[in-house]
């Protein structure tokens, strides 16, 4: 329970502080260690409203943190699911 909090409390400290890179590897902890998906989309989604900028290439897609993060949270669902059959 401890770690989980500690592991959630860094995470959030990392999307306003910290590369983006490494909110990403504690995303991808927090799915891995404890399914901690709806805290992830919330990261992305407070990684949108803050750095968040419409992106050419992308036809002007703003979110692309919670896109990402959302995509992981699908991939970890299926492992998780595939893995644990």
Do not use: K, N
Not at 74 to 82: D, F, K
């Amino acid at each position: 329970m401890i770690a989980r909090i500690g592991l959630s409390v860094a995470f959030f400290a990392s999307v306003f502080f910290c590369p983006w890179w490494l909110t990403v590897t504690l995303g991808i902890l927090l799915l891995s260690l404890f399914e901690a998906s709806v805290l992830v989309i919330i990261g992305g989604i407070c990684m949108d409203v803050v750095f968040g900028a419409p992106m050419v290439p992308f036809g002007g897609f703003q979110y692309l943190y919670t896109a990402l993060f959302f995509m992981l949270v699908i991939l970890s669902w299926y492992l998780h699911r595939t893995l644990s059959e």
